[in-house]
C-alpha cells in the first residue's frame, strides 16, 4: 500500500516543481540559466526521490518532465519520435543499481558534452528539418541554423536509409568560447557565462546569418525515426555516422563488461577532462545491443537502456577578499575577484572574472563574502554565487580609469565600460604589445608584461616598431634595470632578431585586428598568399571567404584602412619580412593524408604549432589526445603519459628524424 504524502511534503514537492520549472525555462527558452548544474541536479533528485516515495505525486512531476515548452519566437514542429531525456547517476553505487538489472553487461561508453541537443531530418539523405529538444514532444525549428554548422552535413555520403532523424549535440569548443567572450567584451557586448550557455544562445537566432558568425561544432550520438537499420551495435551506428559525414565522440568512447571497465572509463576521462576541447559534464553509458536497448524501452521521459554518470562540479566555497578592475588592450574595464586561494579540480585557483559591473549587480557579490567559484577545463574561473554574506559595502565600479586617470563610458547599449583614452592609456598600449610578442604572435622570448611595463614607462617602446631597434637605442640603459645584465640583453636582442622574420598567418594575429584569433588568420594568409593581397582585400571579397563572416570581414577591412593603423604597420614592415604563405590545399594523396597524429613533449627544431601546421599540410589529422584510432604519436623531449599510453595501445611512435624523413619525402 503506497504512502499518503502530507501537507509539508506536498509543500516541498510543489515548490520544488515550480523552480524546475522557471529554471527550465531560463535554461532551454532563455539561454541564461539562473543556477549551476549542481543546484538544478540537487533539486531534481529531491523531486525525484518524493515520487518514489509517495508515487500519487509522480504523475505531471519531475519524472514525467522533459525540457521546455518551445518559445514562441519560433515555429514549432513535433518530434516523431520523442526526443528523451538521459537519467542521471552520480556515483558508484548507483550506476551499479542499474547495471546490475541488465540482461546483457555489454556497454558502449560516451562522452556526456555539455552543449544543446538537436535533431536533423534526412530525407533521401538530404537534410529537409532540423528542430532543438524543445518539450521532448514538440521542439523549435532551426534548420537554417543547423545549415551553417559544418559538422552537420547538409547532405548524407555512403548508403543511408531512405529517411533518418540524426540527433546530437552542438557546443562550443573552450577556445571559441574564450574568443567570443573576448571579442564581445572588447565591443561592450555581453559576455556568456560558460560554453553552452554560448552555444544555445548562438543556436537559437532568429537570424541564422547571426549563427553563421559562431563558432559552432557538433557530435552525433543517436537517431530518431528511420526507415531502416542495418547496425546491430551502438559502436556500429557510430561507424555509420561518420561513413554518412558527421563527427562522433569515437575517440574517446570505451567498451565495459563489468564496474570495473566502467570505472576505470570514469577515472581516465576525469584524469583527461582539461585535455578535451570541450566541456563534458559526464559520461553515457549505454547497452551497446540496439535490439536489446528496443526491448528495454523507456520510462515516461528517458530510456532504461542508458544512463548519464555525472562528474562532480569543479567548484568550492571561499573568501571574497578584494575587487580589482583591470584595464584591457582595447580600453575596457573587467573587474576581478581577488580570492582566499583554494583548491578546484587539483589546480589552485585565487583569482576568477567577475565578467562586468551587470554581472557584479546580478549576484550582489561584496567584500568580505564567502562566493561558490566555478573551474571549468581551460575557462577562466567565476563566481556563479553568493555562499555567505560578508555585510560588506556594495562595489562602486571606477568612474575614471584605474591605470591613467581617463575618463570611463559606458556606450549606449552596451555592458561594458571603457577607457576612453585610447592613445594616451599605458594600460592599452601594454595590451596591445603584450598581445603582439605573445606565443601566437611574434613569439619574442624576454619580453614579457614586466619588461614591456618598463619600456613603455620610460617611453623606449610606444608602437611595434620600436621593438626593434630597442636594443640598438637603450641596451646600455637596458642592461642597468633589475633583472638585465649583458647576457639578459644578448639574448633579448637574439630573440628580437629572430622574431625579424615571422609567417604571414602570425603577423596577421599579433598586430591585433578586432574579431581576427588564430585560426581566422590562417584562414587569410591561407586564401590571400601575401600580405599586400591581405591589406588590399576588397570588403565584397573578403565576404567571399569560408569562415570569415560579414562582421569580421568589416573590421579586418576598417582596421587596413584606418589611416593611423596603415602609418604604423609601414613603420613595422621597415624592420620585420613577412614570409608568403602557401595557398596549396593540404595534400589529400602525401604520405600523412587522413593519419590521425597527436603531438607531445617538446620538440628541438619546431615550436609546437609550426609542427602542427607542417602535419596539417601533409594531409593529417593532428589530435590532442591518445586513443585506439591514433595512427601516430610524434613524441619531443620529456613526453609523458601521451607516450606511455601510444606505447601501451602499440600506437607507431615518431621522433623529430621520421618527421623531418616525412617532410623530404612529401
Same mark, same amino acid.
Not at 603519459?641 to 617532410?663: H, P
Given at each position: ?55 500519487? @505525486? ?43 538489472? @541488465? ?329 596591445? @604589445? ?233
Amino acid at each position: 500500500m503506497s504512502k499518503t504524502p502530507d501537507l509539508l511534503v506536498r509543500g516541498e514537492h510543489a515548490e520544488l516543481l515550480k523552480q524546475l520549472q522557471e529554471w527550465d525555462i531560463a535554461y532551454h527558452q532563455n539561454d541564461a540559466p539562473v543556477v549551476d548544474d549542481a543546484t538544478y541536479d540537487a533539486a531534481k533528485k529531491r523531486a525525484l526521490a518524493i515520487e518514489t516515495e509517495y508515487p500519487e @505525486l509522480a504523475a505531471g512531476g519531475a519524472s514525467t518532465h522533459v525540457g521546455a515548452a518551445v518559445s514562441a519566437k519560433f515555429k514549432s514542429h513535433p518530434h516523431s519520435v520523442p526526443m528523451l531525456s538521459i537519467s542521471d547517476v552520480f556515483d558508484e553505487k548507483e550506476v551499479a543499481e542499474w547495471f546490475d538489472k @541488465l540482461a546483457d553487461k555489454h556497454l558502449f561508453i560516451e562522452l556526456k558534452v555539455d552543449g544543446v541537443s538537436y535533431s536533423a531530418r534526412y530525407e533521401k539523405g538530404v537534410l529537409v528539418r532540423g528542430l532543438t529538444r524543445g518539450s521532448g514532444t514538440m521542439g523549435e525549428v532551426i534548420t537554417e541554423n543547423l545549415r551553417t554548422i559544418a559538422d552537420i552535413p547538409q547532405k548524407l555520403s555512403g548508403e543511408f536509409p531512405d529517411v533518418i532523424e540524426i540527433r546530437g549535440e552542438v557546443y562550443m569548443t573552450r577556445a571559441d568560447f574564450i574568443a567570443l567572450n573576448q571579442a564581445a567584451a572588447e565591443k561592450g557586448e555581453k559576455v556568456f557565462a560558460n560554453p553552452r550557455n554560448a552555444a544555445a544562445g548562438s543556436l537559437r537566432q532568429l537570424n541564422p546569418a547571426v549563427t553563421a558568425t559562431r563558432r559552432l561544432s557538433a557530435f552525433a550520438y543517436t537517431y530518431g525515426e528511420l526507415s531502416s537499420r542495418d547496425w546491430a551495435t551502438q559502436s556500429e551506428f557510430f561507424d555509420r555516422l561518420e561513413s554518412w559525414g558527421f563527427k562522433t565522440t569515437r575517440q574517446w568512447a570505451h567498451a565495459a563488461q563489468n564496474m570495473d571497465d566502467v570505472q576505470h572509463a570514469y577515472n581516465e576521462i576525469m584524469m583527461m577532462r582539461a585535455e578535451i576541447p570541450f566541456d563534458i559534464d559526464g559520461l553515457v553509458l549505454k547497452v551497446n545491443d540496439v535490439a536489446l536497448q528496443e526491448k528495454m524501452g523507456s520510462r515516461a521521459n528517458s530510456p532504461r537502456w542508458e544512463v548519464a554518470y555525472k562528474f562532480p562540479a569543479a567548484r568550492a566555497i571561499t573568501a571574497l577578499n578584494a575587487i580589482t578592475v583591470q584595464v584591457g588592450r582595447t580600453g575596457v574595464l573587467t573587474p576581478v575577484a581577488e580570492l582566499e586561494p583554494i583548491n578546484i579540480g587539483g589546480v589552485l585557483v585565487s583569482r576568477a572574472t567577475l565578467h562586468n559591473a551587470d554581472e557584479i549587480e546580478r549576484l550582489n557579490v561584496r567584500v568580505g563574502d564567502r562566493v561558490t567559484v566555478q573551474r571549468a577545463g581551460d575557462v577562466i574561473p567565476q563566481i556563479v554565487g553568493v555562499a555567505e554574506s560578508g555585510g560588506g559595502a556594495k562595489f562602486e565600479f571606477p568612474e575614471t580609469c584605474p591605470v591613467c586617470g581617463g575618463a570611463v563610458v559606458r556606450e549606449a547599449g552596451a555592458v561594458a565600460r571603457r577607457c576612453v583614452n585610447t592613445l594616451g592609456c599605458p594600460a592599452q598600449r601594454i595590451g596591445e @604589445l603584450e598581445h603582439f610578442v605573445s606565443r601566437h604572435g611574434f613569439d619574442i622570448d624576454g619580453l614579457g608584461i614586466k619588461q614591456l611595463e618598463q619600456f613603455i614607462a620610460r617611453g623606449w617602446i610606444e608602437t611595434p616598431a620600436d621593438i626593434f631597434t630597442l636594443v640598438s637605442r637603450h641596451g646600455d640603459e637596458i642592461k642597468k634595470l633589475d633583472g638585465f645584465g649583458d647576457k639578459s640583453v644578448a639574448n633579448l636582442n637574439n630573440a628580437i632578431e629572430r622574431a625579424r622574420n615571422i609567417d604571414l598567418n602570425r603577423f596577421i594575429y599579433a598586430i591585433g585586428i578586432p574579431e581576427v584569433g588564430q585560426a581566422t588568420a590562417k584562414i587569410l594568409a591561407r586564401a590571400f598568399g601575401s600580405l599586400d593581397a591581405v591589406r588590399g582585400a576588397p570588403i565584397w571579397k573578403l565576404k567571399q571567404i569560408d569562415g570569415i563572416g560579414d562582421v569580421m570581414a568589416d573590421e579586418i577591412s576598417s582596421f587596413f584602412n584606418d589611416e593611423h593603423n596603415t602609418a604604423v604597420l609601414n613603420n613595422l614592415l621597415d624592420q620585420v619580412h613577412v614570409r608568403d604563405a602557401e595557398t596549396a590545399p593540404a595534400d589529400a594523396d602525401g604520405v600523412l593524408a587522413g593519419k590521425k597524429i597527436v603531438l607531445t613533449g617538446t620538440l628541438g627544431k619546431y615550436t609546437r604549432d609550426e609542427a602542427k601546421e607542417i602535419l596539417e599540410r601533409m594531409g593529417a589529422k593532428v589530435q590532442g589526445s591518445v586513443s585506439a584510432k591514433t595512427d601516430i604519436v610524434l613524441a619531443g623531449a620529456d613526453a609523458g603519459s601521451k607516450l606511455a599510453k601510444a606505447q601501451e595501445l602499440g600506437i607507431t611512435i615518431w621522433g623529430e628524424d621520421d618527421l623531418e624523413r616525412a617532410v623530404a619525402g612529401a
